[in-house]
């Protein structure tokens, strides 16, 4: 571990990161995914509503990558979530029943850093382990990395301050883990999102039956789902105008959709090159709020960005976000009081038709259409 990469871990404090990290992600194996791909997912929650995706091009030996920032982080330097161009992608949500110590947090949230320096340096799941144990301690992260490799490696590392714990994809079942803001080799009944992690695997049990999960699943399914898993009720088929945004995959701090979608795995003797990851890998990515979202495909090369999801408008703002945002304070439309809390669902579900959720859906399915198809002609 380099001065200059301790020093980048080190200054997350200059941005202020949020406490409010709770997102819902998922890990997918290759045979789970008819296209035999693995896939990433994270629905991201945090209180920097506005992001952006960008390719950073890599310097002095580091590997280039695309990821997903902060609109506000103009040096791109805290990853969220991304793909490099040796095959290797990395996400993460916030964990809160793993720390074990009593470091301060002045001196935590400092996951985008790692990420940073995992997409720079890392090609595979085996890489990140190596990475996790040589980094200087506290690490300042309470979190749950998922990551996975064009080998179709997969796995979470359950990580704190000073240890982290792996769980490998090969070893689910059916071939998918999902995590969201506890970890399970944390301290029991400890964490959040219990309800949303239940949530998922209720929607993605009759696909992983089948081996039918697909990157579609999640950005047009779980995260514009309004299924509450202990009330047993889907909000967006009710008669109420008014419902309380609690416990939804989708939450008014959501800021972002993301499937990344792998290649069909090489052979161990084999190593993929930049232009086949720039061929095979899609960033599937729907920026703002997930419910009014569009998909767009983004590719790990200097052109691979929609220019849409660029941080090119002021203050880094891209132009899908703030029309996400827009969008979003439709949904959202109480100021006073609470009023972030209700969500008018006539906005996104109505009997016209003319719902966000209902006119995007249809537009984001034919993305997917058209980008696999040129993706799958190459």
């Avoid at 790990?300 to 979003?328: F, Y």
Wanted: hydrophobic share 35%.
């Amino acid at each position: 571990m380099t001065k200059r990469y301790i020093f980048l871990l080190g200054s997350i404090f200059l941005f202020g990161m949020s406490s409010v990290l709770a997102c819902t992600s998922a890990i997918v194996g290759a045979k789970a995914n008819p296209s035999g791909r693995p896939m990433l997912w994270k629905n991201r929650d945090t209180s920097k509503a506005d992001n952006k995706v960008e390719y950073v091009t890599g310097k002095d030996g580091d590997y280039s990558y695309v990821a997903l920032f902060n609109a506000e982080d103009m040096n791109l330097d805290e990853a969220w979530m991304g793909m490099n161009e040796a095959g290797f992608a990395v996400m993460n949500t916030a964990s809160y029943n793993i720390k074990d110590d009593d470091v301060a947090q002045a001196d935590m949230d400092k996951e985008g850093y790692l990420m940073t320096v995992a997409l720079k340096k890392c090609r595979t799941v085996d890489d990140f382990a190596k990475l996790l144990a040589s980094l200087p301690r506290p690490m300042g992260v309470e979190a749950n990395f998922g990551v996975i490799d064009a080998y179709g490696n997969g796995a979470y590392f359950e990580t704190n301050n000073h240890s982290f714990n792996r769980i490998n994809l090969e070893d689910a079942e059916d071939g998918i883990i999902i995590r969201t803001n506890y970890s399970h080799t944390g301290r029991p009944e400890e964490g959040f999102g219990f309800n949303r992690e239940a949530v998922a695997c209720r929607l993605i049990e009759p696909y992983a039956k089948k081996g039918e999960v697909t990157p579609e699943l999640f950005t047009e399914t779980l995260s514009r789902s309004f299924w509450h898993d202990l009330i047993q009720k889907d909000f967006s088929q009710g008669s109420d105008r008014w419902v309380i945004d609690q416990d939804f995959i989708p939450r008014f701090t959501t800021t972002a959709t993301v499937v990344i979608e792998g290649c069909n795995p090489i052979e161990k003797t084999q190593t993929i090159t930049p232009q086949e990851v720039a061929d095979q890998y899609i960033m599937w990515t729907g920026i703002g709020y997930a419910p009014c979202s569009e998909i767009v495909a983004v590719r790990c090369s200097q052109d691979g960005v929609d220019n849409r999801l660029r941080g090119t408008l002021p203050n880094g703002h891209c132009e899908l976000g703030d029309i996400a945002q827009a969008r979003k304070s439709e949904v959202f439309p109480l100021k006073k009081g609470n009023g972030e809390k209700y969500i008018d669902m006539t906005k996104l579900f109505n009997d016209k038709g003319t719902g966000y959720v209902q006119q995007l859906v249809p537009l984001n399915l034919d993305t997917y259409k058209r980008e696999k198809a040129k993706r799958d002609s190459k």
